[in-house]
């Protein structure tokens, strides 16, 4: 298979005998490569690029190797599907199979996987073949597994761009795809994570962001993902702090927080607030209790017992109104507490801790 864009150079008379025999192509993955072309899409023919942009294109190399003997041949399809693939979406040149493991200076496989791990090793093949950029992986099969690795090796800048690693559940049919999906994403710009440095006035505040406890500040965060994330900071007797804060590529966040931030949580208000609600209850309980007591109509078998017990009714009744009296008084007072220190007595809502 000689996807379009590859580059084949003519190796020396048993130069690559040597160094990489040919085998022969299974039907099955001949079958399947020939479904993955047929299912690409057809580009209208382009135009002879000028000799301008053909020094503007990038060049790259790309090899697949098995993990072991019997992979050898579906890793060479796979370089072909990969070759193919990046030279279609991409538009860029590409170093011919044979070519990129002829220029390798290898004679076995397992020196050549060695090799392809090696950016010192690759880079003598990228020098050799003009390319700055280096696509190399393995593929295996576990069971009815295939497990794949990708690296996008930047050989001018001596690092590993990008890896991709994927098992992939199934056949041929399933594995081409998902190849060339890993492909697309192997070439996507990379977005660093950031990290939160976190100080506090006082110290030793309590520290969650995206609801997970980190520890106390002041604290580093671990690398987290560029964008919003929630960030809450507690202390004992102080409001906690909350906000969305948004965390830069490669950079760190540096948050400091303030007395004024954590401001102090006055205590009297709750207990005060309960108090007054507790005594509210207990007058108005003891007004509904006296208030029973003063009902019944006075009895007695005399008019002075008669008069004693109704003067004994009147002083329940007296007692049951100012018992409502002063149950109504310190619910008042219960609720002016609540509605005047209502953050100090239930707390603030997390819309209202970062504020």
């Not at 084949?8 to 299974?26: A, D, F, I, V």
């Not at 040149?93 to 950016?119: N, T, Y």
């Not at 507790?278 to 002075?304: D, E, I, M």
Request: net charge neutral.
């Amino acid at each position: 298979m000689n996807p379009a864009g590859a580059l084949h150079s003519r190796p020396e008379h048993g130069e690559l005998r040597r160094h990489h025999p040919r085998r022969p192509r299974s039907v099955l993955i001949a079958a399947a490569l020939g479904f993955a072309a047929a299912a690409a899409p057809v580009a209208a023919p382009a135009a002879a690029p000028s000799a301008e942009d053909a020094a503007r294109r990038e060049k790259l190399a790309v090899l697949v190797l098995g993990t072991t003997e019997k992979d050898a041949e579906l890793a060479d399809n796979l370089t072909e599907v990969l070759i193919g693939s990046i030279a279609q979406r991409r538009g860029v040149e590409m170093a011919g199979r044979e070519e990129f493991r002829a220029r390798l200076g290898v004679e076995s496989e397992q020196r050549a996987q060695a090799c392809i791990d090696d950016l010192a090793c690759l880079g003598r093949a990228a020098v050799s073949l003009g390319v700055r950029r280096i696509v190399a992986g393995t593929v295996g099969t576990r069971g009815k597994q295939y497990l794949f690795n990708l690296n996008l090796n930047n050989i001018e800048a001596g690092r590993v761009e990008n890896h991709i690693f994927r098992l992939v559940e199934g056949g041929i049919k399933d594995l081409i795809p998902a190849v060339q999906s890993a492909a697309d994403e192997l070439f996507r710009p990379r977005v660093e994570p950031g990290r939160i440095q976190l100080q506090s006035t006082p110290e030793g505040a309590r520290v969650s962001i995206d609801n997970a406890y980190l520890g106390v500040t002041p604290l580093i965060s671990g690398t987290l993902l560029a964008g919003k994330h929630k960030v809450r900071v507690e202390a004992d007797g102080r409001f906690p702090w909350v906000s969305a804060v948004d965390v830069i590529p490669g950079q760190d966040l540096g948050v400091t927080l303030t007395e004024a931030n954590l401001p102090r949580r006055r205590q009297w208000p709750a207990t005060a607030a309960v108090a007054s609600a507790s005594l509210a209850a207990l007058s108005l309980a003891a007004g509904g209790f006296l208030g029973v007591l003063s009902q019944p109509t006075p009895s007695g078998s005399t008019r002075a017992e008669a008069q004693r017990d109704f003067d004994q009714k009147r002083q329940f009744a007296i007692g049951a109104d100012a018992g409502f009296i002063a149950g109504a008084v310190f619910g008042l007072t219960a609720l002016c507490i609540i509605l005047g220190y209502r953050d100090d007595v239930f707390g603030r809502s997390d819309d209202d801790a970062g504020k």
